[in-house]
């Protein structure tokens, strides 16, 4: 039995009566909005709850879903302790959301709770649901700083499961909208809020959710968004189904935005395999990117490519452009999977013989021994996208003034403690912002006394 419906719903506490203390009627749109979506998840009368949520547990590469059988929570928080929940979670259809993922190798399980209490983007939705209907066990998941298609794939994984066990059950993707909607709001003003929330209310009213994958990691941050990977997931348990989608509100009264929908699947569509699309689309990009490469990046993808099947260096072949082994420079090597960073190594001087080594050695550390990230597998290398910066010659300065985001990069020194970040970085745009990133990579402090070093990058596509 396929997932019978899906909700997409925000989680402002100030929306629990308890909390707002009269102040909820201020979203008194949403709150009805709610009311009806709990009203239609009580008509469906589910055996599970599926809830989403980004305040729960969240990890930078993996899915976290709550294990256990029980599990508790309140609203103490926000001075409401008083509201307060006693959940059972569907183990096994926990446990079989964990077998599918590792039959595929995916990031998912029950790992790593750092936190056993419901959380508020769990709570809230709760909170309507309870009262129309106490039936039904839940599961609850994070969210995780993987790009959106394994989000997607979460999503075709759970309804996998729920097929599979037959579970009659719904989906609630729990999440705010823009946090930067108005100036008096949490988190001030910028163009980028009302800008995303027009348009994830257009592509959810219309079920569009190939169109999610449109919205990079970027536009994303500035504007602040809190639910957009939840929706995501929501998104790929309708993989392949014809979906009619209906809005039932969006708000926008303090300064966040507040989104409500409903989802039913209406029959299997073949033309609405999104993931299947969209990463056909990406492979068919990045291949045309590869194909125009130059030199440089050339010799970069295949000395990761030869590391990550054969782990071993590339040895040079004869035929390797002349200009790479007649200069030294430093070099950073960037490797990016859909849009987000997924290692990047680099060295200042040159510290070999010629820039093809130093290519060569840095694609080698980005690919394999950047510590932020897991060694790149060999299933991953078609979707990688590669740049490479060599170096030019580094400049001492005496002012920030002396810096351009655009144009240098920047170095900052404190004794034997160093910090560098690369020119032209998609979300940074202020100097200081550069400067401080650098410092903080240096393991500098705001209030030490530093040095400012400053250098042009040629950036090789």
């Not at 899906?6 to 989680?11: A, K, W, Y």
């Not at 599926?50 to 590469?61: F, R, V």
């Not at 309804?159 to 729990?174: E, F, G, I, P, T």
């Not at 690369?422 to 705001?446: F, H, M, N, T, W």
Request: charged fraction near 30%; include cysteine; proline fraction near 4%.
């Amino acid at each position: 039995m396929p997932i019978i419906a899906g909700f997409m719903v925000p989680h402002p506490p100030l929306i629990v009566h308890e909390v707002g203390k009269g102040e909820e009627e201020k979203i008194s749109t949403t709150k009805r909005a709610y009311e009806e979506v709990a009203k239609q998840i009580a008509e469906l009368e589910p055996e599970t709850i599926i809830i989403s949520s980004p305040h729960s547990i969240m990890y930078s590469d993996y899915f976290h879903i709550s294990p256990g059988n029980k599990a508790r929570g309140n609203f103490g928080n926000f001075r409401a302790a008083e509201v307060s929940f006693e959940e059972t979670y569907d183990a096994e259809l926990v446990n079989k959301i964990c077998e599918l993922s590792k039959q595929i190798d995916f990031p998912c399980g029950t790992l790593g709770e750092r936190e056993k209490a419901l959380d508020h983007g769990t709570m809230v939705p709760l909170y309507f649901i309870r009262q129309k209907y106490p039936q039904g066990k839940i599961v609850r998941l994070g969210l995780s700083g993987l790009p959106l298609a394994d989000h997607y794939r979460l999503g075709m994984i759970i309804a996998q499961a729920v097929n599979d066990l037959n579970r009659k059950a719904v989906y609630v993707a729990s999440g705010d909208l823009s946090h930067k909607l108005q100036s008096y709001g949490p988190y001030g003003f910028a163009k980028e809020g009302p800008e995303y929330d027009e348009r994830i209310m257009n592509v959810c009213s219309r079920a569009a959710f190939k169109e999610l994958f449109d919205f990079s990691e970027e536009f994303c941050d500035k504007a602040a968004e809190c639910g957009h990977r939840s929706f995501v997931i929501m998104a790929g348990c309708f993989d392949g189904l014809d979906v009619e989608a209906k809005q039932l509100s969006h708000e926008d009264v303090t300064g966040v935005g507040y989104g409500i929908c409903t989802f039913y699947p209406k029959g299997i569509d073949e033309n609405r395999k999104f993931l299947e699309q969209y990463e056909k689309e990406t492979e068919a990009k990045i291949q045309e990117r590869n194909d125009n490469s130059d030199a440089y990046v050339r010799l970069a993808r295949k000395a990761i490519e030869y590391y990550t099947v054969h782990r071993k260096r590339l040895p040079l072949s004869d035929d390797i452009d002349s200009e790479l082994l007649k200069r030294k420079a430093g070099a950073f090597v960037s490797i990016h999977k859909f849009g987000r960073l997924r290692g990047c190594i680099g060295t200042i001087m040159a510290t070999r013989e010629n820039v093809a080594e130093e290519i060569v050695s840095n694609a080698i550390s980005a690919c394999s021994r950047d510590p932020r990230f897991e060694p790149i597998r060999e299933s991953e290398l078609k979707d990688l996208e590669i740049n490479v910066d060599v170096l030019g010659e580094i400049e001492d300065i005496d002012s920030p003034a002396q810096l351009d985001v655009k144009r240098y990069g920047v170095i900052v020194s404190c004794g034997s403690r160093r910090g560098l970040l690369l020119p032209d970085l998609d979300g940074v745009d202020a100097i200081e912002e550069q400067i401080d990133i650098a410092r903080e990579k240096g393991g500098i402090g705001k209030h030490e006394k530093y040095t400012l070093q400053r250098f042009e990058v040629v950036r090789h596509y």
